[in-house]
């Protein structure tokens, strides 16, 4: 049985209990306090060296990091991963626009503000340079679902798993959402898909 | 013929640059000044809504974004990407660790560094704070690279290139190599493999 390093209240750990469930793939979770570091004890290092959650054991006792790469793996072979070459180098397209340009600043935006962080002059000052950047990426999304259902090829896959995860809870990082109509009609059509679960269902 | 929308600086654009050349496809190739914001012009945004380079230009006139998902393109089906399930999410692990815990770090510190920004006070903070984060990641690739020869399955694959873009001209970020020994000698060996070119060739 697969085992997941998880936290409930992440985006990334989302992705990949989302991509379980919807492959009714069974699988063990053990919750993992961020705040607390306990993903920075020598015991979890030993499983990822770069301290992070989600991280995948393998039933071969390998561990596999990165929530990208853990639903790449998930999904291979299954119809949340398209076969053709292109198709699913575009669906690794989107998967790298979330990590690169998305996520350190819709994610971490919501972060700092749900987890209790003293919001510092310096911190204030990386959070409106992350709210620019991050509606420059709602921007880019929204222009691209003007024109398609989901991401790559008409169908749901795991790039609209990836951009799901931090944009529909985007306003709790100061993201409103309401000026985006085509991701907001993207939003509501990801969370009608077949055994959709929410963030908060370990 | 394949066109390669690119700029020499770039250790994105190397990436692709690298691979084409070593799978010996030939490509034409149009340089972009990111300085000038010629990637965010709207002709160039009509390409890639993003703005950013590299973006290749596929014969049926489809434009590929982000310099990873582009070279898992481009390797697909060859010696530069396993076939192996796990081993390609194994790749996918190394290439979004680069993007997410390298990059923002170490190349964005060398773009500063190298471009010309004025470093002012809320820069040297962020600069500071990169320092330490690329610090963190080149520890990871050490650690690793103690018991491997190359990223994945001992054996030569994208990921390599894609870490090795920005990690062979980490100093120019101010990231001394000197206490890296395991990182250098897989520089060295990446340097050797067949028709490498280096990143000042177009």
Same mark, same amino acid.
């Given at each position: 049985m697969l085992t997941l390093y998880d936290n409930l209240s992440s985006g990334n750990g989302y992705k990949v209990r989302l991509t379980l469930h919807q492959l009714a793939i069974p699988y063990t979770r053990i919750e993992l306090d961020i705040d607390k570091r306990e993903t920075r004890t020598p015991k979890f290092l030993a499983k990822n060296p770069n301290g992070r959650i989600p991280t995948l054991e393998l039933d071969d006792g390998s561990y596999l990091p990165e929530s990208n790469a853990i639903i790449f793996y998930l999904a291979d072979?299954? #119809? %949340?991963? &398209?076969?053709d070459r292109l198709a699913r180098a575009q669906v690794l397209q989107w998967m790298f626009f979330e990590q690169y340009s998305h996520e350190p600043n819709v994610a971490t935006s919501r972060y700092w503000l749900t987890h209790g962080f003293e919001i510092t002059p310096e911190r204030q000052t990386m959070l409106e340079t992350k709210k620019k950047a991050g509606q420059d990426a709602l921007a880019v999304m929204e222009q691209h679902l003007q024109r398609q259902?989901?991401?790559?090829?008409e169908r749901y896959s795991i790039a609209d798993i990836a951009l799901y995860a931090y944009t529909h809870v985007a306003e709790e990082g100061g993201? #409103? %959402?309401? &000026?985006y109509s085509a991701i907001r009609a993207w939003l509501a059509r990801v969370a009608q898909q077949p055994r959709h679960i929410p963030i908060t269902q370990g």
């Open positions: 072979a299954t #119809a %949340l991963l &398209p076969s259902s989901f991401f790559v090829g993201f #409103a %959402l309401a &000026p």
